[in-house]
């Protein structure tokens, strides 16, 4: 099956802690993005990566961290330094800038 | 200014009838622009894509673009209940490989 897959799927944090969120694709895409939704907004950008081993940040990413190990996989660090993380997390994947982009199920992170 | 500005509703409309969801954009050079529909506690799923002034129609829904005056619509014939769902208006910028910017989204409720 050819997709996005996000995980978990619900995921909570304590105070001080460190949380990865995963996303991992099969479609042979250059480009990937981390998306970030709170209640009634759109998204907002956190991270992208065009090319393994590079990224860049988007509009909102202290507190975040992510790596580009490997073309499949582009997983997304939420660090104690977030403040306020609880939110809708989503990958998102395209072959080519000018195409749109396609969304994994998304994580929900919550703090405990 | 918001760079993407969707109306803000939420807009109820009775099932058979044309629903209208409207988007503007600040930034004249933008060359593409998507349409999403995102049922609550789901992600993003693409419904149009149009990148060329005028109208793109794919079965009940049609895109309208007038770069002249910065506006994308999103016409939706025959709703259904169905569509009940958030509609989300994307824009890539010019010149930026990297990201779509997004409105904060239209919630369209479908009355049976």
């Keep these: ?53 590079d990224f860049q940040k988007g509009d ?8 580009r190990e490997k073309k499949e996989s582009f997983p997304l660090t939420v660090t104690s330094a977030q403040k306020n993380p609880t939110a809708f997390y989503l990958c998102a994947t395209t072959g080519d800038s000018n195409q749109p982009q396609h969304f994994g199920d998304g994580t929900r992170l919550s703090i405990l | 200014q918001k760079e993407v500005e969707q109306n803000s509703g939420p807009l109820s409309v009775p099932e058979g009838a044309i629903a209208s969801l409207n988007c503007t954009y600040s930034d004249r050079g933008s060359q593409s622009f998507f349409w999403y529909r995102q049922y609550s506690g789901k992600s993003p799923e693409l419904i149009m894509f149009i990148y060329s002034n005028g109208d793109k129609e794919d079965g009940r829904f ?49 009355l049976p």
Excluded at chain 1, 12 to 27: D, I
Excluded at chain 1, 61 to 67: N, Q
Excluded at chain 2, 64 to 70: E, G, I, P, Y
């Design chain 2, 62 to 110: 049609t895109a309208q673009l007038n770069k002249a005056s910065q506006y994308v619509s999103l016409l939706i014939r025959d709703s259904q209940p169905s569509d009940s769902a958030t509609y989300l208006c994307a824009v890539k910028p010019p010149g930026s490989a990297r990201q779509l910017t997004f409105g904060s989204g239209t919630q369209l409720t479908v």
């Design chain 1, 60 to 67: 909102i990413a202290e507190g975040y961290s992510v790596s």
């Design chain 1, 1 to 53: 099956d050819g997709g996005i897959t996000q995980s978990p799927k619900y995921l909570f944090r304590k105070e001080g802690q460190n949380v990865t969120l995963s996303c991992e694709q099969n479609l042979n895409h250059d480009a990937m993005y981390w998306y970030r939704q709170d209640p009634g907004q759109g998204l907002r950008l956190i991270y992208y990566s065009q090319i393994v081993n």
